[in-house]
């Protein structure tokens, strides 16, 4: 990695890694990114110390550095580590995906859990659990029904991914599928399992693994230099496809690329945490907010992602319930509301 | 007319007789006409409530989404995508969970609140200055369900006996309900039928536009509110006895434009009938399909209204 270029009116500064990537920054973006980081570092704190398990401030260092046992190594190793971990790189994907599908649909509305993504992934992961245990693993039937919900879609609209509004109408058509097949699901199976599969479907991060951890922080490592290699591309596509093509966007090409890799995050989420809803949708419209740039902001997406879950599951946590509801309850109560504000403000500027 | 009056009785008939335990269809007249105590009997007796209940709820669905996409002049309108279904359900459960209904018979009264506070939300949220374009309604529908579920999932995962009869309710089947619910919902289906039947004419002026219907002397905020109050009377009738069965009122109303035209009067009497002829045969389809299990109404119209969404979609960009 080279040191920036100097920035000038007319050039932005670039981060570049070679000839192969070359990613441009706004010093508002690192500023925010650097704020974003900081707040989420304090709510991983808070998380492991709040409440009657949690550790106490003064020890939560030794206790990270050094490889506690007895009560703080329980809370640290098994209880609450990994569930935060799992958090962080949930929110984090989410952020990512929702990015890369608004982009390419050009269109905020356009995120995984309005077009039947989130349905399709639950459907699959149902059926693998549920109706074919044994056969195929949970998550592989969550990547198995995402794949199959967006070739429906992408068969459905007759035009690929380019028309995003019929693609929204079919994406909604596809998720009442998914989610007509995952009610089939549970009023067939047993109440113990229903229960279980339900909390799943709404999303929870309660009793994860450093497994889970460990797969979606691969999935994350993986996918988000994919992601960010698309970048460049998707802001010319964000112009239009016939001015991308022109400037060698190869708008088909970024955007079908776009789609698999959105895909196969939203389906690493779903895998570990279930289809966690709407933190796909309104990160990337946060972070675009709290950069005040154009275009797909990535990095700062995959940071308020991550804040966001990270921030829900707190405050599951902490609720003073006798039942610990799944965050993706909240997820989708807060982020509701605010898909119904995003609606009536694109309304406003008539842009659907 | 007549030929949509004859697959109705064949699709009764054959309602009547399919099943686990076949029977041949002259034998199911037989025992309809002289009752005996024979199993033959014993068997279409079991099915006759569902048969009665599919007739109902198809035919309240299907008008109460003619009437919305009349009312909204927005061809994706149907219950289950704009949120009413949702409402419905969600005042059922809070009324379960909180009130102490008892979860197996819930009463239309107790579905009717939030049916009509999903309509009144969905036609704020749809509805701006400029008039509700069809991809709004459809996202604020979206919306509205989305929160609506959230809801309804909180309430029925903290209280386990909600969740246990909720998760049978809530994919929208005609099997196992309780004969009663029928004459439960019998009256308000039939009030919101006849509502909806005389708004034919009220709903073709409005087709032309609210300053030209009002020319011509028909009363747009009228047949608005008799509309409103029509549909949800209807969805929240065919709601609490079936659960929330989704597309049949998209469904219906395109299959019927196809060869009635626009008129709204032919529209409504056709989906009359043609409701249940959906309803019955996905039914129908559900038991044949998985036999000796059965997929639920609900599950087999959403996979068969799901395509009808994009053939709506199409044929409306084609229109434009």
């Known amino acids: ?352 | 007319m007549l030929v949509a009056i004859g697959v109705l009785a064949l699709v009764i008939l054959l309602s009547l007789s399919v099943g686990n335990k076949a029977l041949p269809p002259l034998q199911v007249w037989q025992s309809l006409i002289a009752p005996g105590d024979s199993y033959a009997d014993a068997v279409v007796n079991s099915r006759v409530p569902r048969t009665v209940l599919g007739v109902l709820v198809g035919a309240a669905l299907a008008v109460s989404g003619v009437v919305m996409q009349g009312l909204t002049r927005n061809p994706l309108g149907d219950p289950g995508l704009l949120g009413v279904n949702a409402g419905a359900a969600a005042s059922i459960v809070t009324a379960v969970a909180f009130f102490g209904v008892p979860s197996a018979a819930p009463t239309v009264w107790v579905a009717l609140p939030g049916a009509f506070l999903a309509v009144v939300i969905v036609h704020l949220l749809g509805s701006g200055p400029r008039g509700g374009k069809p991809l709004r309604l459809v996202l604020a529908g979206a919306v509205v369900t989305a929160v609506i579920a959230a809801y309804v999932q909180a309430l029925s995962l903290s209280l386990p006996d909600v969740f246990d009869s909720y998760r049978y309710w809530v994919v929208g089947s005609l099997a196992g309900r309780d004969p009663a619910v029928i004459a439960d919902i019998l009256p308000f289906v039939l009030v919101g039928l006849a509502l909806s039947l005389v708004l034919g004419p009220g709903l073709n002026a409005l087709a032309l536009g609210e300053d030209t219907a009002t020319a011509l002397g028909a009363h747009p905020t009228r047949t608005r509110l008799t509309g409103a109050v029509a549909t949800t009377v209807l969805c929240a009738a065919a709601t609490a006895a079936a659960g929330p069965i989704g597309f049949v009122g998209l469904a219906v109303p395109h299959i019927v434009r196809g060869f009635t035209g626009g008129d709204h009067r032919w529209l409504l009497a056709y989906s009359v009938i043609l409701g249940p002829v959906l309803v019955l045969a996905a039914d129908l389809i559900g038991r044949v399909l998985v036999r000796p299990q059965e997929l639920m109404v609900g599950v087999v119209t959403a996979f068969v209204g799901g395509p009808m969404l994009l053939v709506a979609v199409r044929r409306m960009r084609a229109g434009r």
């Not at chain 1, 919900?149 to 019929?166: E, K, Y």
């Not at chain 1, 740039?293 to 804040?307: F, K, P, Q």
Request: aromatic residues 6%; positive net charge; proline residues 5%.
């Open chain 1, 1 to 352: 990695m080279t040191a920036p270029v100097a920035s000038g009116s007319h050039h932005r500064p670039v981060v570049r890694v070679g000839d192969a990537l070359s990613i441009p920054y706004s010093r508002r973006g690192v500023v925010v990114f650097a704020v974003l980081v900081l707040v989420i570092a304090a709510v991983a704190v808070i998380t492991l110390t709040a409440g009657r398990l949690g550790i106490e401030l003064p020890n939560l260092l030794p206790a990270l550095l050094s490889d506690p046992g007895g009560k703080e190594g329980f809370v640290l190793g098994r209880l609450r580590g990994p569930r935060l971990a799992v958090a962080v790189a949930t929110g984090a994907t989410l952020g990512v995906a929702g990015t890369l599908f608004q982009t390419v649909t050009r269109n905020p509305l356009g995120s995984p859990d309005v077009i039947g993504l989130g349905a399709g992934a639950a459907a699959g992961a149902a059926a693998a659990g549920l109706l074919w245990p044994g056969v195929i693993p949970i998550p592989a039937g969550a990547l198995l029904g995402a794949s199959i919900a967006m070739a429906a879609v992408w068969l459905g609209t007759g035009r690929g991914f380019s028309s995003p509004s019929r693609f929204i109408i079919v994406g909604i058509g596809v998720s009442a599928m998914g989610y007509a097949f995952t009610q089939y699901v549970i009023a067939r199976s047993g109440r113990e399992q229903a229960t279980v599969l339900a909390s799943y479907l709404n999303g929870t991060l309660a009793s994860r693994s450093w497994g889970d951890a460990a797969v979606i922080w691969a999935a994350l490592a993986v996918l988000l230099p994919a992601a960010l290699l698309l970048g460049r591309r998707l802001l010319l596509i964000e112009m239009g496809d016939e001015t991308a093509d022109a400037l060698g966007g190869r708008s088909g090409r970024t955007r079908l690329l776009s789609i698999a890799v959105a895909v196969c995050l939203s389906a690493a989420a779903v895998s570990v945490a279930g289809p966690v809803a709407f933190v796909a949708l309104t990160a990337p419209q946060i972070a675009r907010r709290l950069g005040r740039m154009a275009g797909a902001g990535i990095v700062l997406s995959a940071a308020t992602g991550a804040l966001l879950l990270a921030t829900a599951d707190l405050l599951v946590q902490q609720a003073p319930f006798d039942v610990h509801l799944p965050v993706g309850i909240l997820t989708a109560a807060v982020g509701g509301v605010y898909l119904g504000y995003l609606l009536i403000r694109e309304w406003k500027k008539g842009t659907i």
